[in-house]
């Protein structure tokens, strides 16, 4: 496994971890959205920039809704 491979499954474990965590904090939206981010770069640096587009806009939905809750 190469070290772009493991950065994908870290961000994508993130993703998934903080997902599951969100109700008992606001801290872990954002870091929902972080995550995304994250994922969002692992999939322009494969060339999946479907993927990228879409954690974007899952990182924009996670962090307004951590601003407006």
């Not at 904090?25 to 954002?30: D, E, M, R």
């Not at 479907?50 to 806009?57: D, L, Q, V």
Request: proline share 1%; with cysteine.
């Amino acid at each position: 496994m190469d070290l772009l491979t493991l950065f994908g499954v870290f961000s994508v474990t993130l993703m998934v971890l903080f997902y599951a965590l969100e109700k008992k904090s606001n801290i872990y939206i954002l870091g929902f959205s972080i995550a995304c981010i994250l994922a969002a770069i692992y999939g322009f640096l494969v060339g999946a920039w479907p993927f990228s587009i879409a954690e974007i806009i899952w990182s924009g939905v996670a962090f307004r809704r951590r601003h407006l809750g």
